[in-house]
């Protein structure tokens, strides 16, 4: 089963600028290599690869249906979303690792609400209303990964209702 990551995002920025921002960061921290490029990552079937195989793709979200536990949860409608699909052959942790190098200074780019997630169970971060929010819980966010994050932040667990 693959492991997958969301970063779902309510902007007024289109999945092409998202995806142009994001291969810029991953190109510029070593990421992703030179041949990652924006519309590589929201071509549908061709996606993005970081150096230890995360596949990344951007999408424009459609309207999400009443009950969507991002909006019956945290109260936004995300628009833009990055997906995260962790490289079965490489180490998942370094991996994640990566994946909050390129979220992190994404979020310097992207105004809006957003939320990084597993699979709707677990919210790894939030900004809501301007304000970053790290889950509390620390084998998700090690001090190595702390160390990534350049903007203030709190600690506190959010859940998405599925119900």
Sequence with gaps: MAIEYDLDIATQSSASEVAAW???IGRES????????GERLTDKG???????GTCVSVIQQRPPQ??????????FTPTVGVGFRMGKEADTSDQQDDMIRLVEPLLDRVEGDA???YQFEVVWLLRRNGELTLNERDDLWRPQRLALMTRPYRRESHTLDMD
């Design 22 to 24: 994001l291969a810029e």
């Design 30 to 37: 070593g990421v992703f290599d030179e041949s990652i490029t």
């Design 46 to 52: 061709a996606f993005g690869y970081t150096r230890p």
């Design 66 to 75: 009443p009950w969507d536990p991002i909006v019956t949860s945290l109260g």
């Design 115 to 117: 939320v990084l997630h």
